[in-house]
């Protein structure tokens, strides 16, 4: 079964066709999405999660419609957006907790390892409009261990990081491609170039 089925995908913003009757499949692994500014990569990682709007039978998400079966379909998935904006009065550990109470779980030890990991914990009880953008992006990265989603969408997810979290958010890459379908939208070609398993360019 393919973790991703996109059905004559089309996104136009008024007179602005982005995307056109596109068709792809995508299961596990890595697929990095490649394109010129503009070119409809973040509007599709935005129409694979609901943000933007899709026809019946165009979406699917591991067989889930995202049209008629919007609930199960999301559930199936994590989105990291490019810009880490959280409400700035949220605590980091009330936004992790927040993503578990809307998924139905409860926060794992895989988790807490990559705070650790990162030195994330000393920031938890800090508001998101005292962080740092890296702060903020790392916070965010966080929920991709919550409720273990088996598709995981990435749009600029190193933009912000220094190098030990960007190798640590690597290490986990290269583990998560073997059980999770993993789409990532990046200008990062030296991080990508050996670790990704197909290539998608958006013109």
């Not at 807490?112 to 920031?123: K, P, V």
């Not at 997810?157 to 290269?174: A, C, I, S, Y």
């Amino acid at each position: 079964m393919k973790n991703i089925s996109i059905n004559n995908l089309t996104i136009q913003y008024d007179d602005l066709m982005v995307i056109e009757n596109f068709n792809a499949e995508f299961s596990t692994g890595i697929h990095w999405i490649q394109g010129f500014n503009g070119s409809g990569k973040s509007s599709l990682l935005k129409s694979l999660c609901g943000i933007v709007t899709v026809d019946k039978d165009v979406v699917k998400i591991n067989a889930f419609d995202l049209n008629t079966q919007a609930i199960k379909a999301k559930s199936q998935l994590c989105f990291v957006a490019d810009k880490p904006d959280v409400y700035p009065f949220m605590t980091g550990l009330q936004f992790l907790k927040l993503i578990a109470k809307i998924k139905g779980v409860k926060l794992n030890d895989e988790l807490f390892a990559f705070m650790q990991a990162i030195n994330l914990e000393q920031f938890k009880d800090m508001a998101f409009s005292q962080m740092s953008f890296g702060t903020r992006r790392k916070f965010t990265l966080c929920s991709v261990f919550i409720g273990n989603p088996p598709v995981v969408l990435l749009d600029e997810p190193f933009n912000g990081l220094d190098k030990h979290t960007t190798e640590q958010f690597r290490l986990w890459l290269v583990k998560a491609r073997k059980e999770k379908c993993i789409l990532i939208v990046s200008h990062d070609t030296h991080i990508l170039e050996t670790l990704h398993d197909s290539v998608l360019v958006l013109d």
